[in-house]
């Protein structure tokens, strides 16, 4: 009997996700037996393999586990087969939206760093992407992504020839202290790395980010003065990123911005198939990686675990304070990374082809370099 035990909610989801989280099932049974610990994982339904069997992207059932569970680790959902042009058809991303909304997740971090062995993959030159070490601290129950929406006919959406046509909207809505608060976790979480903030906004259009950038100001006066703080408009964001990224420290933004600039950041580092991220809130909370489902190569044990592996790395971090064992996660891959083993999406021209593994083998590595 271990010492101590940590119940997990699993959420596989759909596409890769259930042959990435085998692998970071797998390594986390390994940190654990090393440690006393012991990890009961309890399968649930998410996403499109949830609408399947019951025709709900989240079901109450994997709510209420979730919510009872030590932490939540979430491979990917959606999919093609789950597309509609019915508005009113259930969609696997309402699962995800409503998981994140209904734990109160409101901090989502995702690291972005170099892996040197890696420093080939990326499509910037190596001088550019020399010590880039960030992470992007995207809000994530607010904004555009929760607020009120609709889709509708009427004579405005005709334009000239007078049949009723179609018109829809989405409203971006912040409130005073759901920005204060991830303001407060940008911060604490720049104390702990090089001490630097860029809050991110589009000021010169939008009312949200006017009162974001002032609402992150106060908070910084009052309270985090001793952190450097700069502001950057997004579309610039966007620009910097690729042009000087080792100059960013932590970057906050809100909840499109955040979704749209962290597939970017990801990209600098060569694949999305690297990044983790954690999901925060005041609760239970729930580890991802920030890739997608990649239904074009589900099936076929070949996707790269990595970043769900990480991801475990993170909840042993932030829900468990196992810092220690998640460090031994983070090194492992790194060793794995330099000895020359690689998934397919990471893999070169000088990658030799016996040293291309699939998704359950480079699972397989990464537990035999914990040892
Ligand atoms: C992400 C994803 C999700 C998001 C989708 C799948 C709803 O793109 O985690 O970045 O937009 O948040
Ligand atoms: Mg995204």
Redo the contacts with the bound molecule.
């Keep these: 009997m271990a010492s101590k035990t940590y119940r997990i909610c699993s959420l596989p989801g759909d596409g890769i996700g259930p042959e990435i989280i085998a692998e970071g099932k797998k390594v986390l049974a390994a940190v654990g037996a090393k440690a006393d610990v012991e990890f009961v994982f309890e399968d649930h339904l998410i996403g499109g393999a949830a609408i399947d069997a019951c025709g709900n992207p989240l079901p109450q059932e994997t709510l209420d586990a979730a919510l009872s569970s030590d932490a939540v680790l979430l491979a ?3 999919g093609p087969k789950w597309d509609s042009t019915d508005p009113n058809a259930p969609r ?2 309402q699962g ?2 409503g998981i ?1 909304k209904a734990l109160g997740l409101y901090t ?1 971090l995702r690291p972005v760093k170099i892996y040197d062995a890696l420093a080939g993959a990326s499509t910037l030159r190596p001088e550019v992407i020399k010590g880039v070490d960030m992470v992007l601290v ?1 809000e ?1 129950t607010g904004g555009l ?1 929760f607020g009120r929406r609709e889709r509708f006919y009427d004579e405005e959406g005709a334009g000239a020839n007078g049949a009723p046509g179609q018109r829809a909207y989405d409203t971006l809505e912040y409130r005073e202290y759901e920005v204060e608060r991830i303001a407060r976790q940008a911060f604490e979480a720049a104390r702990k790395r090089k001490n630097k903030v860029t809050s991110v906004d589009k000021r010169n259009v939008l009312e949200t980010s006017r009162m974001w950038r002032e609402v992150v100001h106060r908070v910084h006066d009052e309270e985090y003065a001793d952190v450097e703080l700069e502001d950057l408009l997004v579309d610039n964001t966007a620009m910097q990123l690729i042009n000087r990224p080792a100059d960013f420290d932590v970057v906050v933004t809100e ?2 911005f ?2 749209i600039l ?2 970017e950041a990801a990209q600098i580092t060569g694949s999305l198939g690297m990044l983790a ?1 954690a999901s925060l809130g005041d609760g239970v909370s729930l580890f ?1 990686p ?1 890739a ?2 990649a239904p074009d190569i589900a099936g076929q044990g070949i996707a790269n675990p990595l970043a769900q592996i990480l991801s475990a790395g993170m909840l042993l971090t932030y829900a468990l304070d196992m810092v220690e064992e998640a460090g031994r996660i983070e090194d492992a891959v790194e060793r794995v990374l330099n000895d020359g083993w690689r998934t397919r999406d990471i893999a070169d021209a000088s990658t030799p082809a016996d040293h291309i593994l699939g998704t359950a083998e480079m699972g397989d590595k990464v537990v035999e370099a914990l040892a």
């Design positions: 990917s959902v959606g696997p991303e995800l939206l994140r989502n995207r994530l992504y909840n499109m955040g979704d962290s597939d991220s991802e920030s997608g489902s």
